[in-house]
C-alpha cells in the first residue's frame, strides 16, 4: 500500500488532499502542526498526530516510523499563527536556523525540504491529486465584473505577482487602481480585513502565484473564509491567478459570493502583466 505523509497546517486543504489519496487506495500518515488544524483531518486520514511545528524531531520519527519517504506540505503554517503557540524548538530546528541567512517564508520552507530530504524524504508537488481544484481562466461567480472592477483586478494580481517574487505575501487589496494593504506576516484575512477598512468597502482582493512558484510548498488557495473575510471588508471582488490557485469548496464559495454579490475572476498572469 503506498503512503504519503502530510504536514499540516490550518485550513481545507489537507482534508481535501487525504480525502483524494483516500480515494485512490493511499495511505495518508497526517502531523498536524498547528492547534487550528481542521479536525477533521484526523478522520480522514490513516494515522494521525498533534506535533507543534518547533518538534521537528518527533514529526521525522513518525515518518520514519511508518517508512513514509514522500510527503505534501498543505495548509497555513503563518509566522502569525506560530508566535501564537510558540514552543522552544528542539535542537533540530535550532540547526536550520543557525545555517539560514534570513527567516523568509521561502527560506525556512526551502530549509524544512533540503532537512527532510537529507532524511530520505522526498517533498512532493502540493498539487499532486488537487489540480481539479484549480481553475481555468473565467468568471466562477454569476456576476460578471465591471470595466472598474477588471482594471483593479488587473492592477492588483500584478501587485500581488511582485510583493510574490519579494517573498512578503500573495494578497494584496486595491481600491480606484491604488493599493490599501498589502499581505505580510498578519495573513490572507488580516490583509483583507484591513484593506477593507482602509479603503472603505468597494475593495478587490488579488492573490497570485509567485513569480517562480516552489509547487512543493506555499501554493496560493482562497475559500469560504476568505469570502467571510471579504464580506466583512465590503469588498465586491476577488481575483486569483488561473491555472495556480486553489479553490477549496468552490461550490460553497461561489454560492456565497452570488449571495452577496461579489464577483471572482480567475485571470491569466500575463494579461495582469499589462499593468506591470
Known sequence: MKKIGLIAGVGRLPVEFARAARGMGVHVIGVGVLPEVDPELAQVTHTYENINIAKLDRIFKVFKREKVTEITLLGKITKELVYAHRELPDLRVLKIFSRIKNFSDDTLTLALVEELAAEGITVLDQTELLRPLMPAAGVLTNRKPTEAELADMRFGLNMAKKIGGL?????????????????????????????????????????????????????????????????????????IEAGKTLVVDRETMVAKADQHGITIVAMAGDEAGAYA
Do not use: H, W, Y
Open 167 to 239: 517573498d512578503i505575501g500573495q494578497t494584496v487589496v486595491v481600491k480606484n487602481r491604488a493599493i490599501m494593504a498589502v499581505e505580510a506576516i498578519e495573513g490572507t484575512d488580516a490583509c483583507i480585513r484591513r484593506g477593507g477598512q482602509l479603503g472603505r468597502g468597494g475593495v478587490t482582493v488579488a492573490k497570485s502565484a509567485k513569480p517562480k512558484q516552489d509547487m512543493r510548498f506555499d501554493v496560493p488557495g482562497v475559500g469560504p473564509d476568505t469570502l467571510d473575510s471579504m464580506i466583512e471588508a465590503g469588498a465586491v471582488a476577488l481575483v
